[in-house]
């Protein structure tokens, strides 16, 4: 058994003054049951918790730790601007400019980018610069999909809600939620439908290339180019949300592996380099539409300060000078098979999912290709895995429908480890005993 004893006093402390004790839902363990584990530090790949245990780290902060904890580019790039330069102004910068520049060149679609602080931000803003520009008010997302704790984002798509809208969260106005149409991941039908049903009215489409919240679902290439022909049609502002896969699947992102040009993306995670930082961006013609170059307004007081900035641009032209892609795919591959191996081995059909340096294991027999199929997931089974993963020094997400991310610090030795535990660890839940070896 692991020793928890810091980790428990801290969650006990922290439930009195923090709700459920976590400034961010997932962190708690509610899905899972247990303790939340509480960090005292990262180190490249691995986490240490507060009573010293030591973990391989397959969150690195949800995202945006592709080259593993406090990597020495980032680390000189955010001293060097605190002791020379600041951490904010509330004026503009040279590195902002920089930075804009670097991201429209890595991501050609986004001709033009706001900086804002978080993912959040980004898709909120990014919604309504697209219903100022098509002068339209309703938007369609997909189901599973995660654009951060927005109101018109927090619809679930419960089957009579679909066009009508109900709220997933209590505090969302029927208003809001009337606005905001769910359809089905990677079924073109279902958007075709809605757009049907509710014409010249649709200012955005809005949808993870790669779905990361609910697993990882990749979307077909022909669903994606089906919706950039519909968008084109009907006059849709198409924005692909890539706080997650930017940077993270390959250097220009989802749209660049499948081919596929949004007319606006939103960023964050890895672009802020472990910071707060995310924004948005796009057509020339839409984002002259933004404050205050045009009438459509956001604004934010920290937006592009130089601190984040600097951890942001360090990441970015790194991963940029150094390309790890190749290497981080050669790592997947031989996680994938490792894990691959294990289930033939126990003699077990689970659907296991992967693009480059983002995977899932699904409990559950069924091909993942949407929220339908993910969610046949059996979520008590993976409660067991997470924690029989954690035992034996494995930080996994504690919830099943969260991506398993690597960076460039997690070596053989990590991946080997790894394979070993989950091995381990899928005997002991489904008590099988193996075919072979
Ligand atoms: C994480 C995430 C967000 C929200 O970003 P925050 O920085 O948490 O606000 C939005 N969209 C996607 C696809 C994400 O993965």
């Known amino acids: 058994m692991l020793n928890q004893t810091k980790s428990r006093a801290l969650f006990e402390r922290a439930k009195q003054v923090i709700p459920g004790g976590v400034n961010s839902?997932?962190?708690?363990?509610?899905?899972?049951?247990?303790?939340?584990?509480?960090?005292?530090?990262?180190?490249?790949?691995?986490?240490?918790?507060?009573?010293?245990?030591?973990?391989?780290?397959?969150?690195?902060?949800?995202?945006?730790?592709?080259?593993?904890?406090?990597?020495p580019a980032v680390?000189?790039?955010?001293?060097?601007?605190l002791h020379h330069i600041g951490t904010s102004f509330g004026a503009p910068t040279e590195l902002e400019v920089e930075f804009a520049e670097l991201i429209s060149s890595l991501m050609p679609s986004m001709q033009m980018v706001r900086l804002v602080s978080s993912g959040t931000e980004a898709t909120m803003s990014a919604i309504r610069v697209a219903r100022g520009f098509t002068g339209r008010e309703k938007i369609i997302k997909f189901e599973g999909c995660y654009h951060g704790h927005g109101d018109s984002f927090l619809i679930k798509?419960?089957?009579?809600?679909?066009?009508?809208?109900?709220?997933?969260?209590?505090?969302?106005?029927?208003?809001?939620?009337?606005?905001?149409?769910?359809?089905t991941f990677n079924d073109i039908e279902s958007v075709r439908k809605l757009v049907r049903e509710n014409p010249d009215q649709i200012a955005a489409i809005i949808i993870e290339p790669i779905g990361g919240n609910m697993g990882v679902v990749p979307a077909r290439q022909d669903f994606l180019q089906d919706l950039r022909d519909l968008c084109t049609t009907e006059n849709i502002v198409l924005i692909f949300d890539e706080v997650m896969t930017g940077f993270r699947v390959a250097l220009g992102g989802a749209q660049s592996l499948y081919g596929v040009t949004p007319d606006m993306t939103t960023i964050g995670k890895i672009l802020g380099g472990g910071l707060p930082v995310g924004a948005y961006g796009g057509r020339k013609d839409i984002m002259s539409r933004v404050a205050p170059a045009?009438?459509?307004?956001?604004?934010?007081?920290?937006s592009g300060n130089p601190l984040a900035v600097s951890a942001g641009l360090a990441t970015l032209k790194f991963l940029r000078d150094?390309?790890?892609y190749p290497d981080l795919e050669a790592k997947g591959k031989m996680l994938e098979e490792g894990f691959r191996e294990n289930l033939n081995k126990l003699d077990l059909n689970l659907c296991l999912k992967r693009v480059g340096s983002m995977m899932c294991l699904f409990m559950?027999?069924?091909d993942v290709v949407?929220?339908?199929t993910a969610t046949s997931s059996d979520t008590k089974k993976y409660a067991a895995y997470f924690h029989a993963m954690l035992e034996r020094g494995i930080y996994l997400a504690p919830a099943q429908y969260e991506a398993m991310f690597f960076s460039i610090k997690?070596?053989?030795a990590e991946l080997e480890k790894t394979i070993q535990a989950n091995y381990d660890a899928l005997q002991a839940i489904y008590q099988r005993a193996a075919l072979t070896s």
């Open 25 to 71: 839902p997932v962190r708690a363990f509610k899905s899972v049951g247990g303790t939340p584990v509480f960090m005292q530090k990262g180190d490249g790949a691995y986490l240490i918790d507060a009573d010293g245990n030591r973990y391989i780290d397959y969150i690195g902060s949800w995202g945006p730790f592709i080259l593993g904890h406090n990597h």
């Open 75 to 81: 680390v000189e790039a955010i001293e060097h601007t």
């Open 157 to 183: 798509a419960g089957s009579g809600a679909l066009t009508l809208g109900a709220p997933d969260s209590p505090g969302v106005t029927k208003g809001t939620a009337q606005d905001t149409l769910n359809a």
């Open 294 to 302: 045009g009438d459509i307004y956001q604004a934010g007081t920290l």
């Open 322 to 324: 150094h390309n790890p």
């Open 364 to 366: 559950t027999e069924q």
């Open 370 to 372: 949407d929220f339908k």
């Open 410 to 412: 997690h070596g053989d």
